[in-house]
């Protein structure tokens, strides 16, 4: 069984800056495309940042692009997002999710592609 453990957030004033992470229990972690979603309060959940298995290749919101950055170690498991001027509209729950994907992968904001979950880590940013 495939885990993933999510940490890193908590509580930020506005413009400051959040550094979440992402172990995945797996050793073939490489192979999976991995993606950060958020799921703000009374909302959907929402794809924030994706990145290939070598990390080549990644996706942004456009409520992320140049705030926030995806990136992975292979050698350690782990994905990260680091995410800088933070705004009170950022506040949510963030979870990482992997797919275990060979090729192209089109749909790397929909939930249901995606095959684990992390449990959730919270990111609240007030004003």
């Known amino acids: 069984q495939v885990q993933l453990v999510e940490s890193g957030g908590g509580s930020v004033q506005a413009g400051g800056s959040l550094r979440l992470s992402c172990v995945v229990s797996?050793?073939?972690?490489?192979?999976?495309?991995m993606a950060w979603f958020r799921q703000p309060p009374r909302k959907e959940r929402e794809g924030v940042a994706a990145?290939?298995?070598?990390?080549?290749?990644?996706y942004y919101a456009e409520s992320a692009k140049g705030r926030f950055t995806i990136s992975r170690d292979n050698a350690k498991n782990t994905m990260y997002l680091q995410m800088t001027s933070l705004k009170p509209e950022d506040t949510a729950l963030y979870y990482c999710?992997?797919?275990?994907?060979?090729?192209?992968?089109?749909?790397?904001?929909?939930?249901?592609?995606?095959?684990?979950w992390g449990q959730g880590t919270q990111v609240t940013c007030s004003s």
């Open positions: 797996e050793v073939s972690f490489r192979i999976y495309y």
């Open positions: 999710a992997a797919a275990e994907v060979f090729g192209e992968f089109p749909n790397y904001f929909a939930p249901g592609a995606y095959n684990y």
């Open positions: 990145i290939s298995p070598g990390g080549g290749i990644t």
